[in-house]
């Protein structure tokens, strides 16, 4: 694709960073000691700046934007929609928003035909645990520790990672417990078989003390995203569900971020042949254009609120202007072939070129991964696993990563990073030339990190 970038205009940009450092409080931030880049334009796989600098997006923001920026149907969808009707109230029936959930309902495994909008992908995990514990009257949900499930009061505590310590109490009832990861192996297992083994005896133990009969759900990101794009063995998604049919208890798989092409298929489910009870989804729906996120939910439990309500409902629930822009983002990636390409790339090129790069850099402990979501491990000595940066590193004690960053986006190249980490998350629709001028530029930057090894 050619893009055409702005002129650079480093005056507007400093205008730009002015007024965000005056008004703007950000998230995850303390905000006397962020700094944050103003960005003039976007387009495709790339973004640049006022300076005239041009990043090839290798994060797809926050792993959100599937078909790329600024696609031209999307766009029309939302331009359109917005001459027409920009705003209606969840309880009329709208011609986008049940296109939009047709679509979606067409593509979600099994039986989960029944779409409950939402702004994003938080807010779909809050009514996900809410129709659990409705529907089965219990009041416990079991997560993992290497998990991220957004940051409202259910969400965060559910969510594993540091991010949840400030408020811990926000949501009682959640219980954390280990989910499969062979290379730091909670179960001190050998190989992957062990692995799915004992891990479905841990959560079987897990649930046998919590009491089987106060559990509602067990909530799993179908490939845990944030926590480092952990694939997980074979058997194991399907043990899962074998454990919460014999208990009653309610199955969700979270497809927030893996969801809507990013594995190489519409949804990371259907690597496993597994079907969840709800699936909750966000960011790939619409590429993120407007804030969209949602629930698919099994006949089953959409019945149980056939004659009673469901108490819980939003203002801007399958707002037109979304449910507009995910008919066209889903039609658009039918049409393009989009979910095929993120296939294609992750198997001939990204896969390939990382495991490559694993050979030769020694800061680089595991390649995991599939279609356009893999991560690379860094790690300060491959034979102890050891991880560059402390777990929850921050400042000086950070700062091999952030040498590693700051090195790629010398290079043009916009990273993922999380704590040791650097997921490659582009676009679905990279292309081939794109995605090696990002491998090459990784290449590189990895110097930086090996320089930390021993
Ligand atoms: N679940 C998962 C698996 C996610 O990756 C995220 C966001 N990174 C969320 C939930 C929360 O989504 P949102 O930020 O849209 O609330």
Not at 129 to 144: E, I, P, Q, Y
Not at 423 to 437: L, M
Request: aromatic share 8%; proline share 6%; with cysteine.
């Amino acid at each position: 694709m050619t893009v055409t970038t702005t002129q650079p205009d480093p005056a507007a940009g400093a205008a730009v960073k002015a007024a965000d450092r005056a008004h703007v409080f950000h998230s995850w931030s303390a905000q006397g000691l962020i700094d944050p880049l103003p960005i003039a334009g976007a387009e495709g796989s790339y973004m640049w700046d006022y300076e005239g600098n041009r990043y090839l997006d290798f994060s797809s923001q926050l792993v959100n934007t599937n078909i790329g920026h600024q696609h031209p149907k999307v766009v029309a969808a939302i331009q359109e929609q917005a001459g027409k009707l920009c705003t209606l109230a969840p309880g009329f029936a709208v011609d986008v928003r049940s296109e939009a959930a047709r679509l979606i309902a067409e593509r979600t495994p099994g039986d989960l035909d029944k779409i409950f909008f939402t702004n994003g992908g938080a807010e779909a995990v809050e009514n996900a645990v809410r129709m659990a514990r409705l529907h089965t009257g219990r009041s416990k949900v079991l997560s993992t520790y290497r998990s991220y499930h957004g940051a409202t009061a259910a969400a965060i505590n559910l969510t594993g990672d540091p991010r949840r310590w400030a408020s811990d109490t926000a949501s009682a009832g959640v219980v954390h417990f280990w989910g499969p990861f062979l290379y730091r192996s909670p179960f001190h297992a050998e190989n992957e078989h062990q692995e799915c083994e004992r891990a479905l005896r841990h959560l079987e133990d897990t649930i046998a003390f919590e009491g089987p009969q106060s559990i509602a759900a067990i909530i799993l990101e179908t490939i845990p995203g944030t926590a480092g794009i952990m694939v997980p063995p074979p058997g194991y998604l399907a043990g899962v569900r074998e454990i919460c049919d014999r208990y009653g208890i309610v199955f969700i798989l979270d497809e927030v971020m893996a969801g809507f092409g990013r594995t190489g298929r519409w949804f990371a489910a259907d690597h496993f042949d597994v079907t969840p009870d709800l699936m909750t989804f966000a960011k790939g729906v619409n590429s993120g254009y407007v804030p969209l996120g949602g629930v698919a939910i099994s006949a089953e439990i959409a019945a149980t609120f056939d004659k009673r309500p469901y108490p819980g409902g939003l203002t801007y629930s399958g707002h037109p202007l979304a449910c507009a822009s995910a008919v066209a983002t889903i039609n658009a990636m039918a049409e393009e072939r989009i979910v095929e390409n993120a296939a294609e790339i992750g198997e001939k090129i990204i896969g390939p070129a990382l495991q490559d790069i694993a050979e030769r850099h020694p800061s680089v402990g595991e390649v995991r991964g599939m279609g356009v979501f893999w991560a690379l491990e860094l790690v300060r000595n491959r034979e102890t696993h050891e991880p560059l940066v402390p777990y929850n590193a921050s400042g000086a004690d950070n700062a091999p990563m952030a040498e590693f960053a700051a090195a790629c986006k010398e290079r043009g190249l916009w990273p993922f990073v999380n704590m040791n980490r650097t997921h490659v998350v582009p676009p679905c629709t990279v292309t081939e030339t794109e995605a090696k001028e990002g491998l090459a530029a990784l290449d590189e930057a990895l110097t930086a990190a090996d320089a930390h090894t021993v």
